[in-house]
């Protein structure tokens, strides 16, 4: 237990959570420790404990301390047991809750079960030794103590050495790619400046902009990822870019939207396209400042929002009114609906199924009974029958 | 937006203009627009330096990945604002951001029915890197984070709620207002709560938990269990599978989960 070191438990940056287990003990060797009541948390560069009654009580032990660890079966009144061996502590360890112990081995007692896939999971990351390809900001302590306290394999020390050497080559390309990175953010803030610089001047009419001088300046804008900070109403955020797109789209969706009825949502259309490029993939800005151009360019679909702030594409043929009509004699049919039993009965996404039967609500169609077992829409009797 | 207007006059016009900027020292948008150029030409060759020595260095190492996206935030850049920009085109950031939010999109609509469109960052975590496969490129919880930013615009509901330590992922357009996230953060420690624990806890009187309680269960976001000992309690299904290794065997969480 003296390989232990007091923790704040947050993860470092590049560190990340495998997996948590309530209810775990520990024991330095054979004997229990005050310890007795915690959630054991893996992650790819280290095993912590956090005392479940007093959170700020947290012990953490790097992977890499780790030789190996054994599973020990639960019996009559006993939990069952992880083993896990440790090399000796580092000299320049963080102080932790036990100066020294006579144990090169700890105990992980399972008393809420859980210690099957906390076993697999564990081994998996003490094979994958994933907190090398990752420096989590703070040093790896990597055991070269030639008085090692328990068993350990001559091999482990000479793979050891290789992945030190490693660790330093990345930490070297890492660090240079980070310097290489911080000079060309210079550059980039140069072009930030300038870019504001213009659009202040664009605003005070400062010289005289022809709108294709207007236009270059926002395909520079979005070649540099920079916000537009000038709003126009020619062309909103559009580029020659997104026009070119939104005629693309038009030829693109014209079959998919027919299979579906004239209408999908945009997330919908997102990974319809994409999914066909396999490459050069659209942003999600990409696609909707396409798609706001739709109309404008006379295209044959249209982007549609609704109150909700749902958005989708409708071929320019397609009548949502109209279906409406043909929603609520499906409705009556059925006595009332909900927005899945309407989805499933008609072949529609539950998100747009919803939409129309708030349309029709909207326009007076239909009313909404609204409980705890679901929103349910019936025909509008109020209006039919008064 | 005037065009430069033709004839003698306009001419003689812009020609005066030019000459009083000149004198006052300051410099016309159109010129400062040629400079841009000049300079997104270089920018455009230094980046592509940078991407021919560290490009894989960026695929590869998450962390890295995460200092790069918060420098570009420092200086008001949005490297995954287009596909077109250069930043996706030569570092391929944009590639795999976007192929992750389609992953993202697939994983919440599978799992809707069963949770209300709420997923733990853990869960869907779990679940996209399921759906890579091996040998895909190493996914932070961070890149899902930025992922799913870049989705919300595309209007479907798309938000992150922090809870507890993590976070929820809502994808549909349900209206969760601070009300609804106290008590989703209350509910993520054991994965339910009841209306005692919302009133010790937050101080409400008994209506306003009940009222943001229901909305929750209509949603689907929440279950009710009538029959636990003592009152009802509200559960959340987006937190079941934190509470699997606790009381199913692995075994049998696995075939749980389609």
């Known amino acids: ?386 | 937006m005037h065009r430069r207007g033709g004839g003698a006059g306009a001419i003689a016009k812009k020609k005066l203009a030019e000459a009083k900027y000149k004198e006052r020292g300051t410099v016309l948008a159109e010129d400062q627009l040629a400079q841009m150029s000049k300079q997104l030409d270089m920018f455009k060759t230094n980046l592509e330096e940078f991407a021919s020595k560290h490009k894989q260095e960026i695929r590869k190492n998450p962390e890295f990945r995460v200092q790069f996206q918060d420098m570009c935030a420092t200086i008001g850049v949005d490297p995954l604002a287009s596909g077109k920009g250069f930043w996706s085109e030569m570092l391929g950031v944009g590639d795999f951001y976007y192929e992750l939010g389609v992953q993202i999109i697939e994983v919440c609509l599978a799992l809707k029915h069963r949770n209300g469109g709420l997923i733990t960052l853990e869960e869907l975590h779990q679940q996209v890197l399921k759906g890579r496969g091996k040998f895909a490129q190493e996914v932070s919880q961070d890149d899902l984070l930025r992922a799913i930013k870049k989705l919300k615009v595309l209007g479907s509901g798309f938000g992150i709620i922090p809870v507890g330590g993590t976070y929820l992922i809502q994808s549909v357009p349900a209206e969760l207002n601070m009300d609804h996230t106290v008590v989703l953060q209350l509910a993520e420690k054991k994965g339910y709560v009841t209306v005692s624990e919302i009133k010790s806890s937050l101080k409400w009187e008994v209506e306003r938990a009940k009222q943001i309680l229901e909305h929750l269960l209509k949603e689907g976001m929440a279950w009710l269990d009538t029959q636990a000992a003592g009152e009802p309690q509200y559960w959340l299904p987006a937190l079941f599978t934190e509470l699997y290794s606790q009381e199913i065997t692995p075994e049998e969480a696995k075939e749980a989960i389609p």
């Not at chain 1, 520990?26 to 095993?47: A, I, N, P, Q, W």
């Not at chain 1, 479940?52 to 947290?58: P, R, S």
């Not at chain 1, 932790?96 to 399972?110: A, E, M, R, V």
């Not at chain 1, 005289?208 to 001088?213: A, R, S």
Request: net charge negative.
């Open chain 1, 1 to 386: 237990m003296d390989r232990f070191s007091w923790t704040s438990g947050l993860l470092e940056l590049g560190e990340t959570l495998v997996l948590q287990q309530r209810g775990v003990r520990l024991y330095d060797g054979e004997e229990k420790v005050k310890f007795d009541s915690g959630v054991l948390l893996l992650s790819t560069h280290r095993l912590i404990w956090r005392d479940q009654k007093n959170h700020e009580c947290c012990i953490a032990i790097p992977l890499s301390q780790v030789v190996f660890i054994e599973e020990q079966a639960a019996g009559i009144g006993k939990s069952a047991k992880i083993v896990a061996h440790l090399h000796p502590a580092s000299s320049n360890k963080e102080p932790g809750p036990f100066q020294n112990s006579k144990y090169s081995y700890i105990k992980l007692s399972f008393k809420e079960h859980g210690q099957i896939e906390f076993f697999r999971r564990f081994s998996e990351e003490i094979t994958q030794r994933r907190w090398e390809n990752m420096p989590a900001g703070q040093t790896m302590q990597v055991n070269k103590d030639p008085q090692a306290g328990r068993i350990r394999a001559v091999g482990i020390v000479g793979i050891e050495r290789k992945l030190e050497e490693k660790r330093k080559e990345t930490d070297k390309n890492i660090s240079e790619a980070f310097e290489d990175l911080s000079k060309l953010m210079e550059k980039a803030k140069e072009m930030v400046e300038l870019s504001k610089s213009i659009a202040n001047k664009i605003k005070e009419k400062q010289g005289d902009i022809t709108e294709d001088e207007t236009i270059r300046f926002k395909s520079y804008l979005l070649s540099m990822g920079i916000a537009n900070p000038v709003t126009r109403e020619t062309h909103g955020s559009g580029t020659h870019y997104h026009m070119q797109l939104a005629k693309q789209l038009a030829g693109m969706l014209q079959a998919p939207l027919e299979e579906r009825g004239g209408i999908m949502s945009l997330t919908e259309v997102y990974c319809l396209v994409n999914r066909a490029r396999g490459l050069e993939l659209l942003s999600p800005e990409d696609l909707v400042n396409a798609c706001k151009m739709l109309e404008p360019l006379k295209l044959p679909l249209r982007l549609r929002i609704f109150d909700s702030g749902v958005m989708v594409i409708e071929l320019q043929s397609h009548n949502e009114e109209e279906m409406v009509a043909s929603a609520l004699e499906t409705v009556s049919e059925k006595g009332s609906l909900t927005a899945d039993e309407f989805a499933k009965l008609v072949g529609m996404s539950v998100l747009l199924a919803k939409e129309r039967l708030l349309l029709a609500e909207k326009m007076g169609h239909l009313c909404r009974d609204d409980s705890v077992e679901g929103l349910r829409f019936y025909p509008n009797l109020f209006l039919t029958q008064s």
